[in-house]
């Protein structure tokens, strides 16, 4: 009798195993195919919406997802980055948004957002500041272009100055290569200053000849005087 009671019993402890390995199974399905839990080291399970955390049987975690508390999270989930750069995270509050357009806090809750950039104020000041950008976009790229056309037109001006250096005349430190021959610079005169000498010495030559032709009197005068006496 008493090895009958000792198999029953243990029959009845393999089933309850086999059960309880069924439902740990059944857990772990379950928490690896919602991406909203998360096994913890410590054993527990951890809700990523709520950060609440939930002991490992399947009845403690099938009592939360039938529960309040995480059907509202569900129902406010949102991927709340696609509205980025306009609307991101509250600086000190976790709970809430910042607009950027409106410089409006908001709630962190997905029926208040979607009315928020459903709002006619969101709207408006959305298309004035795309506005803004595409007008600095082009602008930049009008800067842009002038700068290359700018580039070019020194580029090309540098590219004449070079032919026009390699056309000149040659030039060496004694004279200039004219005609095959070198022509010391300091021998070479403008025409101006030829002329000038040319007058000088023609304006000389009649101050010479004023002087001789007085002193030709003067004997002229002295010789008759001579003659009288």
């Given amino acids: 009798m008493n090895k009958n009671k000792e198999s029953g019993k243990q029959t009845q402890n393999n089933k309850a195993n086999d059960s309880n390995s069924n439902k740990n199974k059944e857990l772990q399905k379950l928490v690896q195919n ?37 059907k509202n999270a569900l129902e406010n989930e949102i991927e709340f980055t696609q509205f980025e750069p306009y609307i991101v995270q509250h600086k000190t509050d ?5 607009c950027n357009l409106t410089r409006q806090n908001i709630s962190k809750k997905k029926s208040v957002v979607l009315k928020h950039v ?15 950008q595409a007008k600095e976009e082009q602008e930049n790229q009008q800067d842009n272009q002038e700068e290359e056309v700018q580039n070019e037109l020194e580029e090309l001006n540098n590219l004449v100055n070079e ?4 056309h000149q005349p040659k030039k060496q430190k004694s004279g200039i290569l004219k005609g095959g021959k070198k022509i010391n610079k300091k021998k070479v005169k ?23 032709g007085k002193q030709v009197k003067k004997l002229k005068n002295k010789q008759q005087k001579g003659q009288v006496e």
């Fill in 190 to 212: 403008p025409q101006q200053e030829e002329q000038i000498e040319i007058e000088q010495t023609v304006q000389n030559k009649s101050k010479v000849q004023q002087k001789d």
């Fill in 118 to 132: 459903n709002g006619k104020r969101y709207k408006y000041y959305l298309s004035k500041y795309l506005e803004e």
């Fill in 94 to 98: 976790k709970n809430k948004l910042f």
């Fill in 34 to 70: 919602n991406k909203h839990f998360e096994f913890l080291s410590s054993g527990k399970i951890k809700c990523i919406l709520t950060h609440h955390e939930i002991l490992p049987t399947l009845q403690e975690f099938t009592n939360y997802l039938n529960g309040r508390s995480y």
């Fill in 163 to 166: 032919e026009e250096q390699e």
